[in-house]
């Protein structure tokens, strides 16, 4: 990560914390690695990102409806998913820092590098000679044809490895490609091994009797065994969805970068039910109506590219992630998977029981096909977070620091506040918002000079402030403060449900995607 990069992240940390949104998980006892708790403004915010997914989901499609399924689930799942045999990932440690990374990612950040050499070569040629025709040069300069060459056998090594479960060709790799730990800038590595990512727990209070059993690593699990339950009580036709809300869990290896790669997190996973043959059809549909989804919060269209997966996990045969511009870089938002009838399958030859559908307009009887929708609630939080948050000069030469959070998901709409503490402006300012609150999320304040209380707003992205003054008691008018412009417009007390309402609503968002 680029210095500036880093120190954007250590800002929004900061903030985040400062202001309410994110705290460590028992701070108190030093907290505890790569948990984190919600605070006050952050569980709104969190809240209203899960109900601008769920109103998507299953209200503007009335083939999917949602469930909320239990954490805990019968073992024999994670056997049928394949968690318990290949939920994985390679591991190393570096003896003099102490310190692990999963041994798949000091691989291709190593491949990185020598393409970042390859990049290197082409830019300066690019500025020595004139007409500079790049597909030529990249396939005659020797140096550029040497690291290609590097990088092409380093990924197909890197490939076998990973397929074929082989942890020592994967430390051989690591070995060869002379790859240097950070940290210790030394090559003291240990064996690769592999690291179930699962946690596991016992359940039954009698130590002989209690059974092993996992926190579920994914919400999938819970929507794929009750597929039938649903189909059948909701009389549901393929093609159909059934959408879930719910944590998940991972022991994660590496668990750096904040609420971005977490070991207990919440996903929202969107199974879509469809007639085999029909799943690329599907894929295709899914992956355009997410990105319209993400698209419509106006962080940035250009902040969200596919990233295609080459790799494909043994479940799929198609794959992608949608990726954000998160301030570490590029990084998976969201994955589309098409998952083939791998889970089904699966779930009925290790229950012995038919997860098969009837279709009435074929006359006949299959397992269906899936494509699967599945983002990170706390990583969308991130981007939410990361792309909402500036710092600004202002034309009298202060500072300010706004969250620029889309006003539908903003932690409070408005903030009411009387100019002073006397005259009864309090109590006219009380009035307003017992008139708001049954509307809209509001919050009241009275201590400070209202420049100090505008500049709190704008830090947890409040995108409207009421303030009350002298006049208000004459006429009844007041003055609406709006977050990103700044610009203070005197309005009627009448008229603020309905501006307010027109900008903050998140039916406004859900109607441009
Ligand atoms: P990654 O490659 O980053 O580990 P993944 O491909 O394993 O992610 P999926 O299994 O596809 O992730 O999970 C779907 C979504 O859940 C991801 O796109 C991401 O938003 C979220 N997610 C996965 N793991 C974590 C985690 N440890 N912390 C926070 N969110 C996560």
Not at 143 to 167: F, P, T
Not at 370 to 375: A, F, L, R, Y
Request: net charge neutral; glycine share 4%.
């Amino acid at each position: 990560m680029a210095a500036t990069e880093d120190n954007l992240l250590k800002s929004i940390i900061s903030h985040a914390k400062e202001y309410g949104f994110v705290f460590p998980s028992s701070e108190i006892y030093d907290g505890l690695s790569a948990v984190y708790d919600y605070g006050q403004n952050g569980a709104e915010l969190k809240n209203n990102i899960k109900e601008y997914w769920w109103k998507f989901m299953t209200m503007l499609h009335d083939n999917i409806v949602g469930i909320d399924s239990a954490i805990f689930m019968h073992p024999t799942i994670w056997k049928a998913s394949g968690h318990v045999d290949a939920f994985n990932d390679p591991m190393v440690d570096n003896k003099d820092s102490k310190k692990r990374y999963r041994a798949d990612v000091l691989v291709e950040d190593a491949i990185s590098k020598m393409q970042e050499k390859i990049d290197k070569e082409v830019e300066k040629a690019a500025k020595r000679f004139e007409n500079f025709d790049k597909a030529m040069f990249v396939s005659t300069n020797a140096r550029v044809l040497e690291y290609q060459k590097k990088i092409d056998e380093a990924n197909a090594r890197l490939k076998d490895a990973i397929s074929n479960g082989n942890m020592e060709a994967l430390k051989q790799l690591i070995v060869d490609l002379e790859i240097t730990d950070p940290f210790s800038g030394t090559r003291n590595w240990t064996d690769v091994r592999q690291f179930n990512l699962m946690f596991s727990t016992e359940m039954g209070s009698v130590a002989d009797d209690a059974s092993k059993i996992y926190l579920r690593p994914e919400t999938a699990q819970g929507i794929f065994v009750n597929f039938l339950n649903v189909q059948k009580t909701g009389r549901m036709k393929i093609p159909f969805g059934i959408a879930q809300i719910g944590k998940a869990f991972r022991n994660e290896i590496v668990a750096r970068q904040f609420i971005f790669r977490m070991r207990e997190f919440e996903q929202m996973e969107m199974q879509f039910f469809v007639k085999p043959g029909d799943e690329m059809r599907w894929y295709e549909f899914w992956k355009e109506k997410r990105l319209n989804w993400h698209q419509a919060l106006g962080l940035g269209n250009n902040n969200y590219r596919f990233h295609t997966h080459l790799n494909l996990a043994h479940y799929a045969n198609a794959a992608c992630d949608i990726q954000f511009n998160f301030p570490m870089g590029f990084k998976e938002l969201e994955g589309i998977h098409s998952r083939t009838d791998f889970d089904l399958k699966s779930h009925e030859k290790y229950s012995c029981k038919k997860l098969q559908y009837f279709d009435a307009e074929d006359n006949q009887n299959y397992i269906p096909y899936v494509v699967e929708t599945s983002v990170g609630l706390d990583r969308m939080f991130l981007s939410v977070l990361s792309a909402a948050y500036q710092e600004e000069k202002l034309e009298d030469g202060t500072d300010r620091v706004v969250l620029r959070i889309p006003a539908a998901l903003a932690p409070n709409k408005v903030a009411v506040l009387p100019l002073m503490k006397k005259d009864g402006l309090p109590e006219k300012a009380m009035e307003i918002f017992n008139h708001l609150k049954f509307d809209f999320r509001c919050f009241y304040e009275e201590k400070d000079a209202i420049g100090k209380r505008y500049r709190r707003q704008d830090a947890i992205g409040t995108p409207y402030c009421v303030t009350v003054d002298h006049q208000t008691l004459q006429d009844n008018t007041v003055t609406l403060r709006n977050r990103d412009t700044m610009k203070q417009d005197r309005i009627h007390t009448e008229q603020l449900k309905q501006i307010i309402q027109e900008s903050v609503s998140l039916s406004s968002l859900l109607k441009k995607i």
